[in-house]
């Protein structure tokens, strides 16, 4: 079993739609908690990074972490077929420096 | 400001080969990770520097090597390649403040194929 587990998708959503992705964790010591975005052929992209418990708002993006469920999410609003990508949730440990644990990524496609 | 730099961007080597590949921070960041990305395995920590001393170290192989240079610019290298070493390869560096906080900024990697 991994230690942060996420569906691959593909998750397919209308434009204008609320895309909502999650991921699961296993270690109850991770402590930051990141989305990444990741374009076909580009690296990832920093999209939002929390490190309590609660939610995080930005323009669009909301990411609610729960530590007592092990349990982090992301929600896009107004979804644009910009926003079609891979979304990676990944998480760290205290002082783990640039070692993150990452899921598996869900593809998101946002139709006209 | 300049994003991560990483060379070559697509290579192709034989099994038994060896490769180095290149990265350069963002100006001012003294933290290199380096990750491999396969569509079976996705992304994986590789390892880690900081001011030229390694910081964290994945599960790969010793096979799989780096270092950093006094000017933050890294190198990974691998020898004796093999078929399972066909991935892209994905540079990330971090300022004092992100370091140990995950906040990475990632290169657009080097895409390596080993026939």
């Known amino acids: 079993q991994k230690e942060v587990e996420q569906d691959p998708g593909p998750l397919s959503v209308p434009e204008g739609a609320i895309v909502s992705l999650n991921c699961t964790y296993s270690n109850s010591a991770f402590q930051y908690f990141m989305w990444y975005r990741q374009y076909s052929r580009k690296g990832p992209e920093l999209l939002m990074y929390t490190y309590s418990s609660g939610n995080k708002e930005d323009g669009r993006f909301t990411a609610q972490v729960d530590k007592s469920s092990k349990y982090i999410s992301l929600f896009i609003r107004d979804s644009q077929p910009s926003d079609s990508a891979t979304y990676l949730c990944a998480m760290s440990l205290r002082n783990s420096w640039g070692k993150l644990q990452f899921g598996a990524g869900t593809q998101v496609v946002v139709t006209p | 400001k300049a994003g991560v730099t990483q060379t070559p961007r697509y290579l192709i080597k034989t099994r038994g080969q060896q490769v180095t590949l290149s990265c350069s921070p963002i100006?001012?960041?003294?933290?290199v990770s380096w990750y491999q990305q396969t569509p079976g395995q996705g992304l994986q920590f590789l390892f880690e520097y900081f001011s030229e001393t390694q910081r964290n170290k994945g599960n790969f192989p010793g096979r799989f090597s780096g270092r950093q240079f006094s000017n933050s610019r890294s190198e990974m290298n691998v020898s004796t390649l093999e078929l399972g070493d066909s991935a892209l390869y994905l540079c990330?560096?971090?300022?004092?403040?992100?370091?140990?906080?995950?906040?990475?900024?990632f290169g657009e990697g080097s895409r390596l194929t080993v026939l």
């Open positions: 100006s001012g960041h003294r933290s």
């Open positions: 990330a560096s971090s300022s004092i403040a992100g370091v140990g906080t995950g906040e990475l900024f």
